[in-house]
Every structure is written in C-alpha cells, then in structure tokens.
C-alpha cells in the first residue's frame, strides 16, 4: 500500500484505535470505530479505489483512515455537518490538496488501478481526467467561446479552428447551454446569470474529456430553478461520467445520488444506495442527521 508525504508523524495514542462513543448532542448508542464503515463502501467496479486514507493540516487530522470505492458511471454524494471532512475528502481525489502547504495526505489513492499521488504523476494530466466544479461559479473574464475553449488549447486537443469550434458547440450542448449562448458565444461570461456561469463552469470542465467529475457544492449559490437545471445536467451526465458531488442539501442528494456517504468529524460513518440511507440507515449517528437532531 501506498504512502504520501511520508514526513514523520507523531505516535498516535493506542486508545484512538478503540470504538468510542460520540459526544455533544449526538445519541449516547452511536458509537464510531476508527477505519470502519458500516453498509456498502466497495463496488464491483472501482473507478476510485481509496484505503486507509488520512488527511492531516498540520497536526490536526482531518480525515481519519478511510477506505472507500468509487464506482465508475456512479453518482456518489458526500454529506454530513459542516466541518466534517467531505469537501477535505473529495479534493484529494484530484490533488486539490496539493496547494495547502501543511496538508498532508497518506494512504493509497487509486485512479484506474494508478497511483494518483505518484511522485511521478503529471498533476495537470491528472485535473484533465478528473474535472472539479466549485461551489461559486468562477467564469475566467473571457467569452463564452474561451472559457470552454481553455481547456482543449492548453491540452492541446483540437488542431484546427473548426475542430475547437466542434469542442465548444458539443459541451456546451451537453451542460444544457448552447440554446441560451449560441447567438452571443463572444459575450463575456461574467454577465451570465449565477446559474449560467456554473453551468458555463461545467461545460468548461467537460471539455476536457474528463472521465469523472467532482462537484464541491455546486447548487449552494444557485436559485431553485438553477438548482433544478444542474440536477438535470447531473442525471444526464452520469451516463458518461463518474460524479462525486459534495452537498448540505439532502434533498438534492436524495434526488441525483446512486450512493451516499456520511461524513462525522473526519470519519466515514456509512455508505450505502441512497434510498436505504435515507429510509433505513444501518447507523444511528446517520438516522440522527438525516433525522434533523443535529447538523
């Protein structure tokens, strides 16, 4: 197994490894095991395959030794409280984490059976296969036309003008754009509306050809129309991507998700089909949240 900035780290206290209950608000029967995860976090066909994962900032762990498979063209989503390590989880998956000096990630992150965080690794190869939306649209100060174009010049995907004009046209048809812009494709993409702009973001990163797509909160910003708009993007594009989506809204995972993953205080509590976590979870700390006793 694989290890990451493999700077000493300091003895870890032998009574961290035990079962220990959850405090403050939480229900005095739930109890959390360091590196367990009750329900279903492996799939038969792992596009991510994810062990033993830490993520310390500094001293401090934020992630706390967990495995978990990814499917490949599944739509996974991560929720739980504020602070409890999922949009931490999910930039690893593309070395977002890379631009915190003292974040530190150990463990063995797999990509397609390669290892994402390889000293030899192209970080940039990488980001082109694993696209990232954020939770504020964040449009360059370009037109429509070289905001999606960015990504397939600096790649070097499209040899002639007609085959980059192909490249914008095909993914700003499948981020449900290309009626609302193909009339104004030299406008600037810092007047779109808030939902245009994360949906201009979307078709920015699909035109890459990414092979999966990770969404750190993409609605949170949006009206509900917008919202309803992204969702349906989302569904539609699960056809050909891998998508790990980040949301408060349970709603939203309840709506869009294959699978879901609760996060608690850097652990991975339970992954399990969308419906039985919402309907029957196999954890009380997940009952308690999706329940509304905290959160």
Same mark, same amino acid.
């Given at each position: 197994?694989?290890?990451?900035?493999? !700077? !000493?780290?300091?003895?870890? +206290?032998?009574?961290?490894?035990?079962?220990? /209950?959850?405090?403050?608000?939480?229900?005095?029967?739930?109890?959390?095991?360091?590196?367990?995860?009750?329900?279903?976090?492996?799939?038969?066909? /792992?596009?991510?395959?994810?062990?033993?994962?830490?993520?310390?900032?500094?001293?401090? /762990?934020?992630?706390?030794?967990?495995?978990?498979?990814?499917?490949? +063209?599944?739509?996974?989503?991560?929720?739980?409280?504020?602070?409890?390590?999922?949009?931490?989880?999910?930039? *690893?998956?593309?070395?977002?984490?890379?631009?915190?000096?003292? *974040?530190?990630?150990?463990?063995?992150?797999?990509?397609?059976?390669?290892?994402?965080?390889?000293?030899?690794?192209?970080?940039?190869?990488?980001?082109?296969?694993?696209?990232?939306?954020?939770?504020?649209?964040?449009?360059?100060?370009?037109?429509?036309?070289?905001?999606?174009?960015?990504?397939?010049?600096?790649?070097?995907?499209?040899?002639?003008?007609?085959?980059?004009?192909?490249?914008?046209? +095909?993914?700003?048809?499948?981020?449900?754009?290309?009626?609302?812009?193909?009339?104004?494709?030299?406008?600037?993409?810092?007047?779109?509306?808030?939902?245009?702009?994360?949906?201009? *973001?979307?078709?920015?990163?699909?035109?890459?050809?990414?092979?999966?797509?990770?969404?750190?909160?993409? *609605?949170?910003?949006?009206?509900?129309?917008? %919202?309803?708009?992204?969702?349906?993007?989302?569904?539609?594009?699960?056809?050909?991507?891998?998508?790990?989506?980040? %949301?408060?809204?349970?709603?939203?995972?309840?709506?869009?998700?294959?699978?879901?993953?609760?996060?608690?205080?850097?652990?991975?509590?339970?992954?399990?089909?969308?419906?039985?976590?919402?309907?029957?979870?196999?954890?009380?700390?997940?009952?308690?949240?999706?329940?509304?006793?905290?959160?």
């Amino acid at each position: 197994m694989n290890s990451m900035n493999t !700077a !000493a780290m300091p003895a870890q +206290n032998v009574s961290e490894k035990v079962a220990k /209950p959850v405090i403050d608000e939480k229900p005095e029967t739930a109890v959390i095991t360091e590196g367990s995860t009750v329900g279903q976090p492996f799939a038969d066909d /792992p596009k991510f395959k994810l062990r033993n994962v830490e993520v310390f900032y500094g001293e401090n /762990p934020a992630i706390k030794n967990i495995s978990l498979d990814i499917g490949r +063209n599944e739509v996974i989503a991560f929720i739980g409280p504020s602070g409890c390590g999922k949009s931490t989880f999910l930039r *690893c998956l593309n070395r977002m984490n890379d631009s915190i000096d003292i *974040c530190r990630v150990k463990g063995s992150l797999m990509l397609d059976d390669q290892d994402i965080y390889d000293p030899k690794r192209d970080v940039v190869e990488l980001r082109a296969r694993v696209g990232m939306v954020f939770q504020k649209p964040n449009p360059f100060p370009k037109s429509i036309y070289d905001n999606v174009a960015y990504g397939p010049r600096i790649h070097g995907l499209a040899n002639r003008k007609s085959d980059l004009d192909d490249i914008v046209e +095909n993914s700003l048809r499948k981020a449900g754009l290309w009626d609302e812009v193909k009339d104004r494709l030299d406008a600037t993409a810092t007047g779109m509306s808030g939902g245009q702009q994360q949906r201009l *973001c979307i078709a920015r990163a699909i035109a890459v050809s990414p092979e999966v797509i990770l969404m750190d909160e993409p *609605c949170s910003a949006l009206d509900p129309i917008a %919202t309803a708009k992204v969702e349906e993007l989302i569904a539609e594009m699960s056809e050909s991507y891998t998508i790990v989506i980040v %949301t408060h809204s349970m709603q939203q995972a309840a709506r869009v998700s294959d699978r879901t993953a609760y996060f608690h205080l850097g652990h991975l509590v339970e992954v399990n089909d969308t419906d039985k976590v919402f309907t029957a979870p196999d954890h009380q700390l997940t009952e308690s949240y999706i329940t509304g006793r905290f959160g």
